[in-house]
């Protein structure tokens, strides 16, 4: 036992115990070093490694249209597929394009192809334009794989592309060529490398996805993405509008509500296993939740909608017109049944359309193609003259059918001359009848007190140059030049007077018309019905008075009394239904051409008409049809029969009660 | 006076006796554990423990595992949601309808071809 002891107290056995001490605490001062002093460097740095962050994309509202079942969708949204293949992966790709082509309906041929030349691509782009001394460098390199393209030609222009079965060592190449021209050695082996990342369809739906999934297929994987689809095709293509690219809204509701439609992407961050798979149990994950998109439901009803469209591409069609717009309005609150245009497009093929240079169609005219509208806009002269107290509407006037003014001949297309009601100036829409309506409110003169009144009349009360304001993008103003305009002269306002000199758009003219012909009152034309955000909240649209007193009530008897004139007097064509008060004015308004002056032979036909029952149902009609070929006028011989169709049908599919003393 | 006699039996335990009593009784030997056993029962006991939070740790990530395929089946539902979604739609479209076979059938209503009662 001593010895044992003697044998620890002996100088080794301290010097080792002494050096293995010095060890340890070596290890302890390193230990507490690495998980102490530089704790949060090293944390920091594995969380960077370990932790990733995942944004988990917000759905994006959906668009809904009215119907008599409740709302039925426009525009949803589905997940579909972009299906891709790694070449290097696939050893047989006979077998692999045996088995996909049917599913993803393409040629196996093709599809071989394509799999077969990704793996040996053929010639390879490198660099474009080389100049002398690049292309003299790259012919002493002696290298059987380049091509100078265009060298042997006439051409100015040489391009450098390498043939991929003749490769030795890509490297190598690389290496040679990057010290050559403007192209790095990375970027051309990227080039250079059979691509990992193929994609051979788009657009697969979930279905045949899982389908192919299922197959366990070596090399093939997926890419999921929302797309926007429309049940419905065409249907208010222009009043929904599409998304882009890049997920932002273009016309229509989906750019006009695009903040509240496109909701909020939410965030996960988590510490992640080898697969990347979220271990969910860390105090460092952060988790926000996305906020989905808002619902949008519109007042527009499905069929009042695809009759609209219907009726407006059976008559563009048979009249060879360019195009034509109508709107249903209810006028006794500003809601919007129908908002049409012809021709269409479907808002899933928009790149289709942009590429064919065919933007136009995105256009919705109702709202956005201000033009003048031509005789259509006499009721609101002779509104404004009934108001002011100058126009008797059951008294004469003297029509002299056409008269100078500033050099200028004004014409009717009637021939009669004398003293006539002046009623008939809108039963058959007398352009001098207009203009003597415009004469009374400067005491027989067109005058600056003339112009003054006919102005205010136009602007301060029927708003036809303001924005409607409707939920829409892209709703453009028309033009009315003031009185003190300098190029507001005597024949300038006397064409105002019958529509010709400046422009307005159907939403305008729609909402104005509706006032006169609901009794006076002004409501802001509306098409979004409600909005439902993801959190529960709705937030329904109400109908917004603008202003109860816009014409007088027996203005608007007036008015109602010459529109229905003008089908039951005025028009060899006029539409008429039992049970129903039905009025309208038909415009024709020449084409400006680029000198100032009106084409003889193009012209915008309109209607604009109303259909009451006097039993609380009353909807506003206005019609557009541009440069329709057909002989006579454009707006009796095609945009009314557009309006008659329309109300017909309207007071069938809402079952409107007829009434009985209009029998 | 009394004396105590103590003997350390074969199994350490003293046996202790007195004089002129028959009490006799075993004293639990004064155990004491050397430094190598003391670190072995240390290192059972943090092993012990270590294996206590490791066990639990596992099931908490096998928790977060479960999650993962239920957000998946979740997602893929939701997917497939959508996509019947749409496929009712279409089936309900206007043009698929207006286009339908039955729909070619129909005849228009005329005033003449209803009878009312009363």
């Known amino acids: 036992m001593s010895n044992y002891y003697q044998e620890l107290n002996s100088g080794r056995t301290k010097a080792i115990f002494i050096v293995f001490s010095f060890v340890l605490v070596v290890f302890l001062i390193q230990l507490f070093r690495l998980q102490v002093v530089d704790y949060d460097t090293y944390r920091s740095q594995a969380l960077a490694s370990q932790q990733k962050k995942f944004t988990i994309p917000a759905v994006r509202g959906e668009i809904y249209l009215d119907s008599k079942d409740g709302p039925t969708p426009l525009v949803l949204n589905e997940t579909r597929h972009i299906v891709w293949v790694d070449p290097t992966f696939i050893t047989s790709p006979d077998e692999v394009a045996k088995d996909l082509a049917p599913i993803l309906k393409r040629s196996e041929r093709d599809l071989k192809e394509q799999i077969e030349g990704a793996l040996s691509p053929g010639l390879i782009f490198i660099d474009e334009n080389l100049n002398g001394a690049e292309i003299e460098a790259i012919e002493n390199l002696n290298i059987d794989a380049l091509k100078l393209t265009g060298k042997d030609s006439d051409e100015k222009q040489v391009d450098l592309y390498v043939d991929f079965t003749k490769i030795d060592s890509t490297i190598d190449i690389a290496q040679k060529l990057s010290a050559i021209i403007d192209v790095s050695e990375n970027s051309i082996i990227s080039k250079l490398s059979p691509t990992q990342y193929l994609e051979i369809a788009r657009d697969v739906n979930l279905q045949d996805a899982t389908t192919i999934e299922e197959m366990e297929l070596k090399g093939v994987g997926f890419v999921e993405y929302s797309k926007r689809v429309y049940p419905e095709d065409q249907l208010a293509a222009q009043l929904v509008g599409f998304v882009n690219t890049d997920g932002e809204g273009q016309y229509g509701i989906e750019q006009y509500y695009s903040d509240e439609i496109k909701g909020v992407d939410g965030q996960f961050k988590a510490v992640t296993d080898t697969r990347g798979v979220p271990l969910r149990a860390s105090d460092d994950n952060i988790l926000i939740d996305p906020v989905d998109g808002a619902k949008v439901s519109l007042t527009v009803d499905r069929s009042v909608q695809a009759k609209a469209e219907d009726v407006l591409k059976n008559q563009v069609d048979k009249t060879g017109a360019e195009k034509g717009s109508a709107i249903v309005m209810d006028a006794n609150t500003g809601k919007i049944i129908a908002m049409a245009n012809y021709p269409s497009y479907v808002p899933s093929d928009y790149i289709k359309v942009a590429n064919a240079g065919n933007d136009n169609l995105f256009v919705n005219n109702a709202i956005s193609s201000p033009y003048e509208a031509g005789s259509i806009i006499k009721i609101f002269t002779v509104a404004t003259a009934i108001e002011q107290g100058v126009f008797d509407y059951e008294g004469d006037f003297y029509d002299p059918n056409q008269e100078v003014i500033d050099d200028f001949t004004v014409k009717n297309t009637t021939t009669f001359t004398g003293t006539r009601p002046t009623r008939e100036v809108i039963t058959y829409s007398l352009n001098t009848g207009a203009i003597y309506a415009l004469r009374q409110m400067g005491s027989g003169q067109i005058n600056n007190e003339a112009k003054q009144a006919l102005y205010e009349g136009f602007t301060d009360r029927f708003r036809l140059n303001q924005k409607t304001q409707i939920e829409l993008a892209n709703e453009i103003n028309g033009v009315i030049r003031e009185p003190d305009d300098p190029l507001s002269s005597t024949i300038g306002y006397a064409n105002m007077t019958f529509g010709q000199g400046f422009t307005v758009t159907q939403a305008q003219a729609a909402s104005a018309y509706a006032s006169i012909v609901n009794g006076g009152t002004h409501y802001s034309p509306y098409i979004v019905d409600n909005i439902e955000y993801s959190d529960g909240e709705v937030v329904s649209t109400e109908s917004k008075v603008i202003d109860t007193n816009v014409v007088s009530k027996s203005t608007s008897e007036a008015i109602r009394d010459l529109s229905e004139g003008v089908l039951t007097e005025g028009l060899s064509n006029g539409y008429q239904r039992s049970g129903y008060m039905i009025g309208g004015k038909t415009g024709s308004a020449q084409l400006p051409l680029p000198d100032g002056t009106y084409s003889d032979t193009q012209t915008i036909g309109s209607f604009m008409g109303f259909v009451d029952n006097n039993l609380g149902d009353n909807y506003v009609i206005i019609t557009r049809i541009d440069r329709p070929q057909i002989s006579g006028y454009a707006g009796s011989g095609a945009a009314l029969p557009m309006f008659a169709e329309i109300t017909d049908w309207l007071i069938d599919y809402y079952k409107l009660p007829p009434n009985e003393e209009l029998k | ?118």
């Open chain 2, 1 to 118: 006076m009394t004396y105590r006699t103590a003997a350390i039996s074969a199994g350490g335990q003293t046996r202790q006796s007195r004089k002129n009593r028959n009490t006799v009784s075993y004293v639990g030997a004064n155990t004491k554990l050397g430094p190598v056993s003391n670190l072995i029962v240390v290192s059972i006991l943090l092993a012990l423990i270590g294996l206590l939070y490791l066990t639990q740790i596992t099931k908490t990530s096998t928790y977060s595992y479960q999650l993962d395929t239920l957000q998946d089946q979740y997602n893929e539902d939701l997917k497939l949601n959508q996509a019947l979604k749409e496929d009712a739609a279409r089936l309900r479209s206007i043009k698929r309808v207006a286009n339908a076979d039955a729909t070619s059938t129909l005849v228009d209503i005329s005033e003449e071809t209803i009878e009312f009662k009363n």
